[in-house]
């Protein structure tokens, strides 16, 4: 029979037995630390829907539950009224009204009349959307915001990856069809981008790629959507917008890549794009037509030249 060694055995102290794994120590950054004693504060995550993964913060007062621009619980959905219900936070409380919503609103399966106070995990049920509701610190909250960012962002650029960028697009498509409202797409290619490359290397093109999704960024509305799609190819979605608008913005956009050089460690390099510009027309019976259009005015703007906006 072998005999068993203490830990605190001498031939443990001398080397004789290997020493065992020593268990992982939980060290927090200032940072984390900081965060645990900030408040938490309520929240609505979505569970499913369009908006899968998404965290809207509850501030104290009123906030609006639609497909309305100006929602501050935004759920771009045709089951969805533009203020479909209004979410009152007050004294701790949070408080849920329907507002003659044309599909109604639901808490826990059971359909609302008059205002409905919540509880933590109370599930709100609003067109094929269910929103939970939570109360979460800062980490908690950030938690769900990384997991979100990881599969719906493009890392490089900071814009939609291209599984979220088509999927909204076909969403938006679908809304702008059922109630008859403008919708644009803009397709945006990097001109001569493989140069770029091939002269200053892949970390260079990276860079490139980084300041182009900046300067995208700073150039959208808040209702706009903008994701990469290929390795230098992006779409701009632009709801409640026709070609006078559409147009415009794709202007902007080529004009702020074009007249700003990317600068790099060997020097600046002028970098421009080429846009292709496509409206919704009655013509288009879903959105891969109208953004073959919009793809087709894109090549027709490579073709004349490079560095401007065509239509389609």
Known sequence: MTKKTSPHSPLRAAGALPDLPEMPTLVRTKAESEALRTPAEWALVAYAGVALGRVFPLAPGDD??????????????????????????AE?????????????????????????????????EIGGHVLKLVFLDPLERAFHETLLDLSTKDPLTGLANRGRAL????????LSLRYGRPLSVVICDLDHFKRVN????????????????????ATLREADLAGRIGG???????????????????????????????????????????????????????AG????????????????????????
């Open 64 to 89: 609006l539950v639609g497909r309305a621009p100006d929602a501050g619980v935004a759920l771009l959905d045709g089951e969805v009224s533009r203020h479909h219900a209004r979410i009152r936070v």
């Open 198 to 217: 091939d002269a200053h290397g892949h970390g260079a093109g990276d860079f490139v790629l980084r300041i182009f999704g900046e300067r995208l960024l």
């Open 92 to 124: 701790g409380r949070v408080q849920v009204e329907d507002l003659e919503s044309t599909n109604g609103t639901r808490v826990n399966g059971e359909l609302i009349h008059g205002p409905v106070v919540l509880q933590a995990g109370d599930r709100l």
């Open 232 to 286: 230098e190819e992006f779409i701009m979605v632009l709801p409640e917008t026709d070609l006078s608008g559409a147009r415009p913005f794709a202007e902007r956009l080529r004009e702020a890549i074009a007249t700003t050089p990317v600068m790099l460690p060997s020097g600046g390099v002028t970098i421009t794009c080429s846009l292709g510009i496509a409206e919704r027309t009655a013509a288009d019976l879903d």
């Open 167 to 174: 999927a909204e697009f076909q969403n938006r498509f679908g």
């Open 289 to 312: 037509q109208l953004m073959a259009r919009a793809d087709a005015a894109l090549y027709q703007a490579k073709a004349g030249g490079r560095n401007r906006v065509c239509e389609g």
